[in-house]
């Protein structure tokens, strides 16, 4: 099939993937245009490296499609590899190689012309910040820089997607900074596929989110879908004093939905905490504060406390283990 530039990028249709009768991967189905930089979320043993390895041909599905750029994994594997550029998890590289005649040594087998390798080399490395240690032998390297050699080999070809599993592992927070820089640049000329568990380095880069659990893709959509889809609620603190009796109706009146959820004892002013939550995900602080005004209360703090991927990601994949719980049939499956 001719390759189009209307096609997505990824497209996963009904993917299964089992291991002497375990379920690692049930039925996912998912699309990533291109250009878009996806974040892949789970916890351990979720199903997240066997679905990037089987994107990436390193392994064969049980049943399912899996298309890259329009290419079937199953039936066209060398124009895929062709157009993908993979970081594995603890990826594995020869210790006794030089990082540049590494890069090179790659750059062939990935069909980079000869006329252009030596200045594509240099562009990576100072991508990926590497330039003071091209001459070093990978082996005699620390862990951060070693992931940044992978992360440059992987760029390499400039391949429309990108899949990497969790490159920042070992990176001091510096190190983030500069591949948190390096992803990001990347938008809109590949499409990158991201797992890791620094959610906030995720929050901060990826377009979309993919939240994968015990083999089934649980919840997804971008972090502020999320936080309605999964969470469905906003909360806000207020730190004052005086009269509280009418303040629930009076909020309740001026913002739908906005209720207290608890209110703290009396500090030594006679200023107590108290939260509120409201289904709304617009800003209602402005709101707030004139109710509690015009009620006579003393406000001295009024903050939003907006839930972040981590409260996602953990309401999301204890939403999955609780339906597994109820539900008989999928006991097991995990």
């Not at 020869?94 to 030596?118: A, T």
Request: glycine share 8%; net charge neutral.
């Amino acid at each position: 099939m001719p390759e189009t530039p209307e096609q997505p990028a990824i497209e996963v249709s009904h993917l299964v993937k089992t291991y002497a009768g375990v379920t690692a991967v049930n039925d996912i189905s998912f699309t990533v245009p291109r250009g878009e930089i996806i974040g892949f979320l789970g916890p351990n043993g979720a199903g997240k490296s066997t679905t990037m390895r089987i994107l990436t041909g390193y392994l064969p599905a049980t049943s399912g499609k899996v298309s890259i750029c329009g290419f079937r994994v199953s039936d066209e594997p060398d124009a895929v590899k062709r157009r993908i550029g993979y970081m594995p998890e603890n990826n594995p590289l020869p210790e006794d190689m030089r990082v540049s005649e590494y890069l090179y040594f790659r750059g062939r087998l990935k069909e980079v012309p000869r006329r252009k390798l030596g200045s594509r080399i240099d562009e990576v490395l100072e991508l990926c910040d590497l330039k003071r240690v091209r001459h070093k032998i990978i082996g005699k390297l620390s862990k951060g820089f070693r992931q940044r050699v992978g992360i440059a080999e992987s760029v390499l070809a400039e391949p429309p997607v990108i899949i990497m599993d969790e490159p920042t592992i070992g990176l001091d927070p510096h190190q983030i900074l500069i591949v948190r820089d390096l992803i990001a640049s990347l938008r809109g000329r590949m499409t990158v596929l991201i797992s890791s568990h620094i959610l906030p380095e995720i929050e901060m880069t990826c377009d979309r989110v993919l939240i994968i659990n015990q083999g089934r893709i649980v919840a997804q959509g971008t972090p502020a879908e999320l936080r309605r889809e999964v969470l469905g609620q906003s909360a806000y603190e207020i730190d004052a004093a005086g009269p509280m009796g009418s303040l629930p109706f009076v909020l309740g009146s001026i913002v739908p939905g906005l209720s207290v959820a608890s209110e703290g004892p009396p500090d030594d002013l006679g200023f107590r905490k108290i939260k509120l939550k409201t289904i709304s995900d617009e800003d209602a602080g402005e709101a707030i504060l004139r109710a509690c005004l015009s009620e006579g209360l003393r406000v001295r703090a009024l903050s939003r406390a907006r839930p972040t991927l981590e409260d996602v990601f953990l309401a999301a994949t204890r939403r999955s283990w609780d339906a597994v719980a109820e539900d008989p049939k999928d006991r097991g499956r995990s």
